[in-house]
């Protein structure tokens, strides 16, 4: 594809460099963690008061799309754990200053109700092992979701459902399970967790929809669940390109005549549709924006165009990398091979709940 990175060559350049350390230690390395410190990009959508970027949806997104273009652990570390720190906006913030403050600060954690919060003593007493941490090395928070209990009943909401909130938990509270081992995605780390009896503070549970923000920016009037969807879906945008850039490398120097022909012509074919995709897709990301700037809510409409294309755009990429692999021969193959890995970081970013 015609993409330009908006990212120096240099410090693409440095980054992609550490890819293969980075899997092998299954960990971002510490030079990742510093750059990412260094440009603040766990903060991408933190208030620029607590040492944040304040980007909007639409700029963070492309951002995103373009560090997992980069690299695919890296792109989804980034993504997850900038996500979990949009709670700034929707925790108490008589705390959210000081854990903020941290150039360091990083949350991470899961959207799996599966843990148990009993109302006690102006707090709760919790207890829950959740999966897929994303970044737990480095997580400074760990953030959970738990079904909340009283009197011995679950609490049961406004629509008859059991009442859920979401808390976070200082590192030192938490104990990481350390069971990641997918074939791909390796250097996000993405182990489980878990708290025994954790007394928390009030303060320590939120609720993650705009009436509950406890900022006022439009950010945190965006709704959850499009912003979690789109982020997904432009990190698989962001790998797709890396893979089909490998792809017309290897075809290039590895096939002739009417089978590289044929080869690079899917090879367009696949730049092409993406493109076609993509730009419907941030279309509607830019336009849901706008809607919200606008009038101060985005439309049950435009929400969900923006859930339709995110996965849209993934079935896409998906279609066109496994229509391309075929062609890449033997090296493609090798694990330790670049376009082995991104190859491996698609198919395990295809499995979160919110991209199929």
């Known amino acids: 594809m015609d993409d330009k990175p908006f990212l120096a060559d240099q410090l693409i350049e440095k980054l992609r460099a550490q890819s293969e350390r980075a899997e092998v230690a299954g960990k971002l390395t510490d030079e990742q963690l510093a750059i990412i410190y260094d440009n603040k990009w766990f903060k991408l959508f933190v208030p620029k008061s ?3 970027l ?12 373009e560090l997992a273009w980069i690299d695919g652990s890296l792109g989804w570390t980034i993504t997850l754990c900038s996500g979990a720190n949009l709670f700034v906006g929707y925790i108490s913030q008589s705390i959210a200053p000081a854990m903020f ?35 737990a090395p480095h997580n400074t928070f760990f953030t959970a979701n738990c079904v909340i209990e009283q009197d011995g009943k679950t609490v049961i909401d406004k629509e008859g459902n059991p009442l859920t909130k979401s808390f976070f938990f200082a590192k030192a509270d938490v104990r990481v399970i350390e069971d990641w081992n997918a074939f791909g995605l390796k250097a996000t780390a993405s182990h489980s967790f878990a708290v025994d009896n954790l007394w928390v503070d009030e303060s320590h549970a939120f609720l993650i929809t705009p009436q509950h923000a406890t900022l006022d920016h439009p950010i945190y009037r965006y709704p959850f669940l499009q912003f979690a969807e789109a982020t997904l879906a432009a990190n698989t945008l962001g790998m797709a390109r890396h893979f089909i850039a490998c792809a017309d490398v290897l075809i290039s120097q590895n096939q002739k005549g009417i089978e590289a022909t044929k080869s690079l012509g899917l090879v367009t ?14 279309d509607a990301l830019d336009a849901s ?3 919200l700037l606008h009038n101060g809510k985005v439309s049950d409409r435009s929400l969900s165009t923006v859930s339709a294309l995110s996965r849209s755009l993934v079935a896409i990429c998906h279609q066109q990398v496994v229509l391309l692999f075929p062609h890449c021969g033997m090296a493609a193959t090798i694990s330790s091979a670049e376009i082995n890995r991104i190859w491996r970081d698609i198919f395990t970013a295809s499995q979160h709940s919110l991209l199929r």
Do not use: H, M
């Open 269 to 282: 074919s696949a730049n092409t549709q993406l493109k076609e995709i993509k730009q419907s897709f941030y």
């Open 101 to 135: 403050s941290d150039t360091t600060v990083c949350l991470g954690g899961s959207g799996q109700a599966s843990g148990k919060a009993i109302v006690e003593n102006g707090g709760y007493n919790v207890t829950g092992k959740w999966r897929y941490a994303t970044g």
């Open 50 to 52: 607590f040492g944040g």
């Open 289 to 291: 924006w706008a809607e």
């Open 54 to 65: 304040e980007l909007t949806v639409p700029e963070g997104v492309r951002l995103e799309e």
